[in-house]
């Protein structure tokens, strides 16, 4: 059974951070790439980061460029987004995806709640 359990969502106020866990299992992790993406209502679910299956590229939407890192730990099944220098227009839904080009395969996570506010 197919599993991403993201966590680590809640209110911080402007300026501070923010780390999200995402917890796979159920398939072999280091076969698929890893993504985070935001969601606020009424909008389009979009990619705020990727890393590659190693961990050795990874890219951002403009919008958090500098201010938050993805990195994957392949040994415990895991991905991180840092987000430092919160603003709130950060606030949204984030989830975790996990996609793989060889299968086609994608799975998503349910997401977890950040709010940028003071």
């Known amino acids: 059974q197919v599993q991403l359990v993201e966590s680590g969502g809640g209110l911080e106020q402007p300026g501070g951070s923010l780390r999200l866990p995402c917890a796979a299992s159920?398939?072999?992790?280091?076969?698929?790439?890893m993504s985070w993406y935001r969601q606020t209502p009424g909008k389009e679910r979009d990619m705020v980061a990727t890393?590659?299956?190693?961990?050795?590229?990874?890219d951002y939407a403009d919008s958090v460029k500098g201010r938050f890192t993805i990195s994957r730990d392949n040994v415990k099944n895991m991905v991180y987004l840092q987000m430092n220098s919160l603003k709130p227009e950060d606030t949204a839904v984030y989830y975790c995806?996990?996609?793989?080009?060889?299968?086609?395969?994608?799975?998503w996570g349910q997401g977890t709640q950040v709010t940028v506010s003071s």
């Open positions: 995806k996990a996609a793989s080009t060889a299968t086609r395969r994608y799975y």
């Open positions: 890393i590659s299956r190693t961990g050795d590229t990874t």
């Open positions: 159920g398939f072999t992790f280091n076969l698929y790439r």
